[in-house]
Nanobody
């Protein structure tokens, strides 16, 4: 499975941004999908994950602001990010996994999100 993330950019605090991650493979719909992020000087951290059936969970730090969704017909997982804060600045990575949650089997290349104050 190859994952291609997109949608990052430079935005002001309080605004919104949507990340997309498109994957290859005919069984993509059966994979658990997720988003992680890594800020400069910090370890990669979990953001959100969505099971193949649509159930989703997210980290406390983004709860109420971020929402993960998937479109299996398009082999795509999204991360809708609202009310962005400077501390959300990071490289965001998507991931997919045939069995584990949070997913870690396949990784996208990352997309930079920078939130200015």
């Amino acid at each position: 499975v190859q994952l291609q993330a997109s949608g990052g950019g430079l935005v002001q605090a309080g605004t919104s941004l949507t990340l997309s991650c498109t994957g290859s493979g005919r069984t993509f719909s059966t994979y658990a999908l997720g988003w992680f992020r890594q800020a400069p000087g910090k370890e990669r951290e979990f953001v959100s994950t969505i099971w193949s059936g649509g159930v989703a969970i997210c980290a406390d730090s983004v709860k109420g602001r971020f929402a993960i969704s998937r479109d299996n017909a398009k082999n795509t997982v999204y991360l809708q990010m609202n009310s962005l804060k400077p501390e959300d600045t990071a490289v965001y990575y998507c991931a997919a996994d045939r069995s584990r949650v949070p997913p870690s089997e396949y990784w996208g290349q990352g997309t930079q999100v920078t939130v200015s104050s």
